[in-house]
Nanobody, 119 residues
Framework: VQLQASGGGLVQPGGSLRLSCVASGSIFSINGVDWYRQAPGKQRELVADITRRGSTNYADSVKGRFTISRDNAKNTVYLQMNSLKPEDTAVYFC??????????????WGQGTQVTVSS
């Protein structure tokens, strides 16, 4: 099983980006999926999470600006980021609880995608 995060880049303050987290391999089901971020010199923090059924939670710092969603048919979770601020600059990682075809369940991390918000 592999988890691939993509969609990062350089954007001006107030701009938008959409991150994608795609799971591939011998997957039976994908349960909870989280997006984390880590800025230089700071601890990794939870940004948003979504359950298999679509219930969501957000960090206070991104509420009203970020939206997490999922397409179970495509094994993909998205993070739509609007009204971006310089303080959103970080490497963004996805983490997913995946049950493989042999019914083993554990967490997987994607490789991270850089988001830079700067004028």
């Amino acid at each position: 099983v592999q988890l691939q995060a993509s969609g990062g880049g350089l954007v001006q303050p107030g701009g938008s980006l959409r991150l994608s987290c795609v799971a591939s391999g011998s997957i039976f089901s994908i349960n909870g999926v989280d997006w984390y971020r880590q800025a230089p010199g700071k601890q990794r923090e939870l940004v948003a999470d979504i359950t298999r059924r679509g219930s969501t939670n957000y960090a206070d710092s991104v509420k009203g600006r970020f939206t997490i969603s999922r397409d179970n048919a495509k094994n993909t979770v998205y993070l739509q980021m609007n009204s971006l601020k310089p303080e959103d600059t970080a490497v963004y990682f996805c983490n997913a609880i995946i049950m493989t075809s042999d019914r083993v369940q554990r967490g997987y991390w994607g490789q991270g995608t850089q988001v830079t918000v700067s004028s």
